[in-house]
Antibody
């Protein structure tokens, strides 16, 4: 069974940092592009970042460029999102997703990050 | 302000056919495939349509997608009460080098 399980969310102060993880199982993780997508409370979906299967290519939304870093450990089947200099507007549920928009599209259940003092 | 433009709401009666539009530009819908997601409250989005008009296995054929120029549409026929959820379009944007989503459409079944 394909599973993506996000973790690492919680309450963090403005200007703080947090590292999200997404543990993958049930498929060959190392062959897929992986993504982070977020959804603010009561708001729509916003793509955050993606990384290619080998980890050599990454791209980011302008709103997080220079503050967030996506990475992956194919040996441990895990995707990461390092989030620095957090702002109130970064408050959202963060989803990891496999093969966004493709036939093998699959999303985790998300982890909530709340940026507040 | 989302790069892709969807109506915030749509409605129809049971059994009716409704369409949801998604408007973009030459850098996204005009040159790349569109996909559509359905999102139930409190759950992760589920892919309904990929490559503009293809349905993943398990998605009922009541759902169909189309694309023309810089716009795309999701059509739902034989409307049911369980269709009353949120729908999002998405596409790759070559100018932004990133994925863009529509703002979402909340469908109401009257």
């Amino acid at each position: 069974e394909v599973q993506l399980v996000e973790s690492g969310g919680g309450l963090v102060q403005p200007g703080g940092s947090v590292r999200l993880s997404c543990a993958a199982s049930g498929f060959t993780f190392s062959t897929y592009w992986m993504h982070w997508v977020r959804q603010g409370p009561g708001k729509g979906l916003v793509w955050v970042s993606h990384i290619n299967s080998g980890g050599s290519r990454t791209e980011y939304a302008d709103s997080v460029k220079g503050r967030f870093t996506i990475s992956r450990d194919n040996a441990k089947n895990t995707l990461f999102l390092q989030m620095n200099s957090l702002r109130a507007e970064d408050t959202a549920v963060y989803y990891c997703a496999r093969d966004l928009s493709g036939l093998d599209d699959f999303w985790g259940q998300g982890t909530l990050v709340t940026v507040s003092s | 302000q989302s790069v892709l433009t969807q109506p915030p709401s749509a409605s129809g009666t049971p059994g009716q056919r409704v369409t949801i539009s998604c408007s973009g530009s030459s850098s996204n819908i005009g040159s790349h495939d569109v996909c559509w997601y359905q999102q139930l409250p409190g759950t992760a989005p589920k892919l309904l349509i990929y490559r503009s008009n293809q349905r993943p296995s398990g998605v009922p054929d009541r759902f169909s997608g189309s694309k023309s120029g810089t716009s795309a549409s999701l059509a739902i026929s034989g409307l049911r009460s369980e269709d009353e959820v949120d729908y999002y379009c998405a596409a790759w944007d070559a100018s932004l080098s990133g994925w863009v989503f529509g703002g979402g459409t909340k469908l109401t079944v009257l």
